[in-house]
Each structure stands twice: as C-alpha cells, then as structure tokens.
C-alpha cells in the first residue's frame, strides 16, 4: 500500500511538474506582445461580465486627472466590450463571469518622468469574480490594462468576450526605461489626429517615449509664443501649430504614459528659422547652418527654451546637432571675421555652439540630447548631462557609456522606419546592450528610438510604415534579454498575432511578410500576411 | 442733374453687375468640396463663438434617433471647436460673432431610402448671429452641416474659427441619387473600425451608398443566423462579423446618411459558401458556381436574404452574377444530368439561376442589382425591377436604359480603384449620361459607384486607395453637370484642398499627384502634393 501510495505521490508530481514545464514551454507561444518577464497561466475559462467594473479598494491612487478613468474606458473599447454582445449569460457558470478588475496603486503621484515606475502584477484567479491589478504607480498601472486586453478575446461562438488559460499570474517591468518613437512634422505637417492616433497606438506595444522632432530645414511649424515670426516658417498657416495644440499632444501623451521628448535641430536642419528671422540665416545665399557668430541666434534658442519649459515637462530637452555643413560659416565673410577673432576653425566652432547651446538648455533645468556626432566630434567636451543619440550605426553605445556618458540607441541600419527594406527581424534582433558587458556601462544606456523620418511621411502612409516594425523593436526594449527570441522567426506567430490585433483597433498596421510598408499579396487571412 | 442721376444709376448698376459676375466667376475657386448647385458669398467676415448651438425653431423634425444631435458633435469636432481656443473675443466685434445654427427641417420622418429628399438651404447672413440651414429632410441638414463645415477655419493669426465672404446662399441637392463606393471583406476581412471610418469619411464628401461585398470565393465571414455553418467559410474566427456586427454598421452608416448595399454574389464568386455546407458544391473538386441542379442552393439563398431582411433595410439588394464560368455544371455528372433533363444548356442554367434568385429577393421585398453580364447575356429576361450595374467598360449604361432598365455606372477602366494607374482626372471625367440625351431615359441612370476591390486592399491600406480619388467621382455624381469642370486641370487646386481637409480630419487620403495611393515624392506642403 505504501509504495502504491509513493508512487501516486511522484506520478503526480511528475504530471505537476510536466504541466508546469509545457506551461513555461508554452510561453513562446503566447499571444501577448511585448512578452512580459513573467507569466504564468492555467486551463479555465472565465468570461466579461455585462457590467464590467473598475474597482479600486486598496488603492493609494487619487485619479484627479481621469488616467485610470480613460484608460477604463479605452479598455472596455478596444475589447471591445461595446461591442453588441448577444452572450447568452445564463449559460456560463456564474462563478465563471468577472465583474470588474480591482486596480492598486500604491503611489498617489501621478508625475510622469523618465525612470517613473512601470511595473505591475497582474492576476487572474481561478477563485473571486474580480481581476486583480497591482502597480507602484498609475503608469504601471497603464500597462497592465494594456497587457489584461490581451488576454481578451471575442468569441462568435459564445458572442462572449473570453478570458482563456486562467489563473494568470503576470509580473512585469520593462528591461529599458525609455522606450521611443521619433516622429517629423517639419517634413510634412502631421496634423493633431494623426499625431493623437500614432501616440494611442504606442500604448499598445509599451513604448513611452515620443520624440517630436518639431522643426527642420523645410518647415518650423510651430508656434513660439516669445517670437511670433518664427512659424511663419511654416508651409501653410494651415500647417501650424500653437502652443496649444503641442499642450494638447503633451496632455494626450501623459494619459497614456507617454512622454514628449520636444528637439530643436541645431545648428544644422535649421532653414526654415530664418523665415520669419533672417538674421539667424549666415546670409541670404547661405541658410544652414544658424549663424554662430551671432549672439541673437542664442537668444533666440533662449527664448525658445523658455517657451518650451512651459509645455514639455520631459526631463530631457533634444537639442540636434546632426549634419553640420560649415562651410556657410566659413564662405561668409562676417563669420569668418568672427571665427579668426575668436581663434576657432569651422570645427570648433560647431563644438562652441553646441556647448553654448547646452548651457542655455541646463539654465533652463533640462538635461540634453545630441545627435552622435557630437560626441565623435567633441565627446569629452560635453555636458556630462549630456545623453549622446547614436543614429550613423552599429558599435556606438559602448563607446558611449565607455565614456561615462549616457546613450539612447537609434542606429539607422536597424532602426530607421523610413528604410523601408529595414526588415522587422532586423528591427527585433537589434541589441541596445552589443558588446557592453559591464554592469554599470549597462545602466547608462538608457534604451532606444526607432525613427519615422518624414521625406516622405505624412497622414497618408504614417501608421503602416511605422507598424508593425515598431513593435519588433518594442519587444526587444521591453522583454527581459533572456526572454527575447534568440531567432526572430519562433516569434513570426506571435508577431502577425499583434499586427492582427492592432488592425483590428483599427491602426493600420502594413502586412508583416515583407519589407516595410507592404500592402497585401492576395486575399488571405490577416494571421498569414 | 438728371444726366449725372442716370449716369451714377447706371455705373452702380454696372459696378454691382461686376461684383456680381466676378462671384459667379470665382465660384470655381471655392473651396468647397463636391461644388454645391448654387452658391453666392460676399466679403465679410465672421467667427464662431465660444458655446456655438443647435437650435430648431421653426422645425418639424423630432430627433428621436439623435442623428442631428451627433451630427452637431461630429462638427464641432471636425471645424475644430473642441481645438483649444485662446482667440481673444474682446477683440473682435460683438456683431460679427456667430452664436450657433438654426436648423429648419421640414418632414418628420426620419426614414432612410434611395431616393430621399438631400437638398439644403445653407444661409450665412450679414445681419444676426445664427447661422440657417433648412432642408426638407434630415438628410438633406446632415450635408448641409458638411457643406458649412467646410466654411469653417480655425485660423492661427486669430485662433478664431472664422468664416470668410459672408454673406453665404447656397441653395443646394444632388445631381444623382446613388453615390456609392464599393467595400469588399472577402478578399481581405475589414475590422469594424476600418469599416466604420470608412463610412464616416464617405460623409465628407457626401457619398450616400456603401455597397458591401460581404462575401465571395476567398471567404464568407457574414453570420447568417438561419444557416450556423456559413460563417465557417471565414478566415478564421477572428475574422467574423455577427450579425449584430451588421446591425451596427447599417444603423452607423443611417446616423449619417448612408444606405447599405448588401450583396452575394451568386453563382459565381461563391466557393467560400461550401465551406459550412459542401453540398452547395457542384463537387468537391468543383467549387464554382454553386450548384444550379440542387433546390437546397436556393433554398440557401432565401434562408440569407430572409436574415438579410432583418437587418438591410435598403430598397435594393445586389445578387451580383458576373464572371460566371459554368464549366464545373457541365463536367458534375448531376448537374450535367439536370441540365439535360430540364433542357438547358449552361448559358441558359446561369440564366435560370439568375431569375431564380431574382424571385426570391423580389419575394422578400427587395428590388434587384445585377452585375452588368446578366444584362449582356439575357437582359430581356431580367425582372422589370432589375437595376444593372455596369462595371465591364463604357457604352454600356445607354444600351441599359434604351432598354428600359435603371443602370449604376461603375465601369472598370475609370472607376475601379483597385486600378491604381486610374487617376483621379479619370475619376472626375467619367460621366454617367454620356451619349444619353433622352431624359426619361437619362432618369434611368440611378447614379455611379466607385469600387474599393480587396485583392490588395485591408485596414493598412484601404483609405489611401479610396482617397483622394473617390472624392473626384462624388463630385462629378453630386454637382450639376454644367457646373462641373470641362478640365479637371481646372479643379486641381480645390480637390488639393479638400484631400488635405481630409488629411486635418484623420482620413489618410494619399498625394493627388501621381497614381492611387502615391507616397509623398519629397517634403512639402500638403497643398503642394
């Protein structure tokens, strides 16, 4: 009897066990993305209640500004809760039916910063009619809603709106903290719907950084309230923005968790400045780059700043410094007047700038961005506050943070959207950390960018030509390392999964199979395209 | 003294005469979008206010549905008034400050048919502070609210939302009753998202007909609740429509004016119909047409349009019947059998299916569409209730109505928008009457339809195909014909303003210049591409 009962027991455990490994097998397999650090799930199934409800017993939260609120909302939408459901209720289990989720948040501030705590734990018992979500903060708490309409799938069968696999144990927090999307409104205007629908469409694969590149060679669009000629650079006075339209997209951008990383291109990608100030123009025939020998030129990037300290609260400010052309500095006599009176040749001159131009932006309580050619020009002479953008390719961070400075990865063979035949294998396999291995180097890279250049980018072709490659490079800023595929194609399922849903939500996410921006082969499932 | 009187009588009278012409003449200009059938406008200048109304003094029309009430919504939305304003009312004089719309709406009844009065009356006086539209029906006020919409500028200088040249008369209704597009979820499923923005879009340029190609060969993802298994023929389950689903997009599209069309296409275009029910077969190695031989195909077809008839409310169905290839009904022993028994050869067997299926629709209530080759190969045959709808080329829309048949345009080679090498001058110069000059038959002539084919066509890349073009041919349906321009050179510079009005509202309407679905060439302007 006693070796009959031995033998349950380990036969038992060996089925137990074996359950637990095909469930942590599985995993690859699961229809969420980005993958979370940790998940683990079961065999139930419960079902949406007609009435579902936001709970918050427990909670530290005070939703003054209606985040958790809209967010509710948004979720019940995307599920699509408000979809006409005919479920025959009385035909499930009524401990099968969930009523609400209960969300804890343990922190009452709802500052949104760089570094803000975006972890959650969310849990999906086999037990109670409540699903439970914890977070530190409501922005954690964001993504766990983010990850809960995942797990909700419309059934035409049941015309119920399904919870499969349950109990749920996830706990998650994302690998890098700045997660972003660079978009370009001096290209071509985007206007504010088509700027809100891409920032919503970030919330789906977890990225929380927007970088607006506001202005550049061919259009400054943007209002400056200080100096009320500067947008005359503009296309169009159709194609402009107030201050507070960008107020708006911040305000926008915050209920969803995102921040606003506002760049001002300087001193190059600087045409469209002196529009409405011709003096910031080296001369009428030579317009790139900002006149450095002038001291209005620092003003105006003063008054600027100031304008901006008012509206984007990001702690970072991006200040450019991208593909500086001198030689309208040296070719133009006042200029290089000023250069031999100060004993700087065309290089260290664009070093002079950049650094002056640092200095305001501290003054004005921001840390900065630069493009990566300032630090392969003048790396050491930087701000120590400085964040160096590597964009011209791979091997860069580690030079960086080697350095003791911080770095965000947007190297273009990988990451530029508007190479369209950057595929998204490309784009999941890129690795911020390549060749970094020390743990304190580690920290300093901050995460990365992909980067929707505008050339030939407006509202027509935006959404498709930034999904679903975006998401590829999501996971890989999102997932732990160890989690992430080691070969892109075990996550091909996955994947097509989620440029599925993001249709669905109506984003217009282009076919995976293929360069970017593909449209359809051939009528075919979207789970095949 | 009287000299000089006449004199001065007769310059003013000449000077007024000139203002007068160079209206008339400058209407070409206008930026509106499809041209109204008579407009007048003056110098003046007006902003709307802050809490801009609805009021209904003097009208019969009870808003039971809300469709006035959402309508008003949707325009202040879209002018935009909900855009955060700091126009600075103090400034400007009291006098010119709009306070609303008074809508005047004669009939009561809000029902929705082909053939529903869509005319308006749209006025913008110099005197008073609302703006007056009267129509006869809701409908007609739904475009009426388009047209004015369209008035309106949010413009930075002010940040007021202003309109220019008042006063306004526009006295205004369609040329034809049925403007349609054309949308299809067998090649590609639409989510209902896509479908609905798609829908909304069509308002802008008021389009009045969404004619859903719900199924064909690829897939069927229609519920059809008489029949649980038809649905099988989905992609997948994620792929599906209820019929619940339809209910909303039928009642989506009646909120703002728009008729649904729904279609099978039968017998051909119908291999996905086996899929449930493989009887429906000619053989399993023979999937195309459904089987003629088999009363159950028929009794198929009228257990569909009798759940059709719950739901689609539109006077007409489309019973499709093009591309017919009988070859499966002559080499299926069976049906090879049947046709010799009932004496038919295969032509006449597509015949007899056609007026078949003709019958049952007519049984439920419905008037008939048919693609044009039912016309070609037995139109004497056809219901006196058929509408033909022409699709294969020109010249065929006279021969249907010499015939005495009604007839939609929609001919391949000018309104496909699949075919993306069809421009959109191609689109505005297509004319339905051409060589059609008797007037009761030009009575015939219901109207033209722009087709959105979904080989390559899914939520990544519907709107840009559809748009701009589509809007080239609503013009050429909705304006009078001697207010059309004889050169589409001439109304470049409008349709550029409306595709980016489209753009400004969240349609992602590609460049005008170049083929269907161009990307942007280069930066610039919206108005430039």
Same mark, same amino acid.
């Given at each position: 009897m006693e070796r009959i009962y031995i033998t349950t027991i380990l036969i038992g455990f060996w089925i137990q066990s074996s359950l637990l490994v095909s469930a942590v097998a599985d995993t690859k397999q699961l229809?969420?993305? =980005?993958?979370?650090?940790s998940v683990s799930y079961g065999h139930e199934r419960r079902y949406i209640g007609k009435e579902f409800e936001l709970k918050t017993e427990g909670?530290?939260?005070?939703?003054g500004s209606s985040i958790l609120k809209n967010a509710i909302v948004r979720l019940l939408d995307v599920i699509p809760a408000g979809h006409v459901i005919e479920a025959?209720?009385?035909?499930?289990?009524?401990?099968? +039916?969930l009523k609400g989720i209960n969300v804890v948040i343990r922190s009452s501030n709802d500052e949104l910063q760089y $570094?803000?705590?975006e972890s959650y734990k969310l849990l999906i018992s086999a037990q109670g009619d409540l699903v439970n979500l914890e977070a530190e903060t409501i922005y954690g708490a964001l993504h766990g809603l983010q990850t809960f309409s995942q797990l909700c799938r419309f059934i035409s069968k049941t015309r119920a709106i399904e919870v499969h696999q349950v109990p749920w144990i996830i706990v998650d927090e994302p690998r890098f903290s700045y997660r972003g999307l660079l978009i370009d409104t001096s290209r071509h205007y985007l206007p504010l719907p088509v700027m809100k629908k891409v920032i919503n469409s970030m919330t789906y694969a977890k990225l929380?950084?927007? %970088?607006? %590149?506001?202005?550049? *060679?061919? *259009?400054?669009?943007?209002?400056i309230p200080s100096l009320?000629?500067? !947008?005359?650079?503009?296309? *169009? #006075?159709?194609?402009q923005y107030t201050m507070a339209d960008a107020a708006e997209i911040v305000s926008y951008a915050q209920q969803r968790g995102i921040n606003v990383l506002a760049e001002i291109d300087i =001193? $190059? %990608?600087? #045409?469209?400045?002196?529009?409405?100030?011709? *003096? &910031? !123009?080296?001369s009428t025939e030579c317009k790139e780059?900002?006149?450095?020998?002038?001291?209005y030129t620092f003003k105006v990037i003063d008054s600027i700043l100031s304008d901006f300290s008012e509206v984007f609260k990001f702690k970072f400010v991006h200040l450019g410094g991208d593909e500086v052309d001198t030689s309208c500095w040296t070719s133009t006599p006042h200029i290089n007047k000023w250069l031999q009176k100060n004993r700087l040749n065309a290089s260290e001159a664009y070093q002079f700038f950049v650094l002056r131009a640092q200095k305001i932006a501290l003054a004005h309580g921001y840390e900065i961005i630069n493009w990566e050619e300032t630090f392969n020009n003048f790396g050491d002479k930087l701000s120590r506050k400085t964040v160096v953008h590597n964009? &011209?390719?791979?091997?860069?961070a580690e030079r960086v943070v080697a350095s003791g400075l911080r770095c965000i990865v947007s190297?273009?063979?990988?990451?530029? &959207?508007? %190479?369209?035949?950057?595929?998204w294998q490309g784009f999941y396999s890129?690795?911020?950390?390549?060749? +970094?291995?020390?743990t304190k180097q580690q920290a300093l890279v901050l995460g990365g960018e992909v980067c929707m250049w505008g050339e030939h980018i407006d509202g027509s072709d935006i959404e498709q030509t930034i999904w679903p490659r975006a998401a590829a490079a999501a996971e890989r800023l999102w997932t732990p390392y160890d989690k992430?595929?080691?070969?892109p194609r075990e996550v091909v399922g996955r994947l097509a999964h989620f440029r599925c849903l993001l249709n669905q939500r109506g984003v217009a996410a282009a076919p995976?199979?293929?360069?970017? #921006?593909?449209?359809?082969?051939?009528?075919?499932s979207c789970y095949n395209q």
């Open positions: 229809k969420l993305w =980005p993958m979370p650090k909670s530290k939260y005070n939703d025959n209720f009385s035909s499930f289990n009524p401990s099968h +039916i $570094g803000v705590d929380n950084v927007l %970088h607006w %590149h506001i202005v550049d *060679s061919q *259009s400054f669009p943007l209002e009320p000629k500067m !947008w005359n650079g503009a296309y *169009s #006075r159709e194609e =001193p $190059g %990608h600087a #045409r469209s400045w002196g529009v409405g100030y011709p *003096s &910031l !123009w080296s780059p900002l006149d450095v020998s002038n001291d964009w &011209l390719g791979g091997g860069v190297n273009q063979d990988k990451w530029y &959207l508007d %190479h369209l035949d950057a595929t890129n690795e911020p950390l390549t060749n +970094i291995t020390d992430l595929a080691k070969d995976l199979l293929g360069q970017g #921006r593909v449209v359809p082969s051939e009528p075919a």
